[in-house]
């Protein structure tokens, strides 16, 4: 039997199976994930072998530009292929199918490979896909550098142990101050959403709302839990949104308000769930993007603080094009950063105009808590070592 390849636009059962199980695999490659990205239409592309086997699978979701009367085709840290050049091969052969199919103009893809890896870059360049320069200041759809903590067979009292002291002595004082972490349901959302708002006037950047928050919870199932971070009077102070698939752990979105932050939550949050990587049997907590150059950048803070969890910077390759309709192509790719800019400008003068008296202060927040009792226990999956 020859290799071959197989389209689906839902998941049959194995596609899905391969991406979560497969050592190179990623949550992001699975339809569970497509399903939170409910303005793409998903495609899945199976790889199989000369025995009938799936050795790869590509995760493509679909979204028409009305500007260009054409659409692009994206694979989040896809492709999935183990290594196995022939199976990437068919997988690119899908990938143009799909967009043949669609109609897309071009097949983007950041996979989650590190750029050492020139075989994976000779390869791609056979498969006739082009490399971008360097994504920067996080410019790509995913991050092309991201800080990642190896966890693979090891306890809690090493990985806390490999953390910087200020970390370490922070997760303390967040616990001394009365602040506890724990997994939370639905009934959260509002205050999560409500944290990222206010995370997103302090920072200037766009928020998502409600609805998609509760899509990857849905959506994700048991990969995928809500965090928060309470005082000692059960009032909110941070909260995130971590999930976890090939054995990565990912940080997938957090956010904390400006009441009481002097209790250091996110420290306590990361390590709380660091734990849940561990006790998930993952290799990997990933705390996701980094600038290309930290100590020169604008938001040189974030790099200081996900170093301080003993991460180490992993640089992938970066992000691929496959074009499919050149001519469009070229115009197309002129005007998304045009448009890209002003959405995001859209976006911060309208959090700013609905801002109103919703953050008149911060003890109001505070207030809508004080009717909550006790303080809880730490939890026991949260352990700190002395």
Known sequence: MDRSFEIIEKD?????????????GHILQTFAWAGVKKC????GVLAYDETGAVCGTLLLLYRKLPLVKSGILYAPRGPIFGGDRAALQTLTEGARQVAKKTGAYVVRMDPDIPMQDVSFMQNMASCG?????????LEHIQAQHVMRIDIAGKSREEVFAAFKPKTRYNIRLSVRRGVTVRAVGKEYLDDFTELMRQT???????????DYFAAILENLGEHAKLFMAFDDAGVPLSG???????????YLYGASGNYRRECMPNYLMQWTMICWAIDCGCRIYDLRGVPTNPETSSIAGLYRFKS??????VDFVGEYHIVCRPMIYAVAERLLPVAKRALCMVNRIRNRLTNGGKQKNREAHAALHDGVEGKEALPQHCFISR
């Open 240 to 250: 995130a949104i971590a999930a976890y698939g090939g054995g990565k752990m990912l």
């Open 40 to 43: 793409w239409k998903p495609y």
């Open 200 to 210: 997103g006037l302090r920072d200037g950047f766009a928020t998502r709302g409600r």
């Open 129 to 137: 896909a082009e490399l971008l320069p360097d994504a920067g200041e």
């Open 308 to 313: 301080g969890f003993g991460a180490q910077r």
């Open 12 to 24: 049959n059962g194995v596609f899905d199976a391969f991406a979560l199980k497969n050592e190179d």
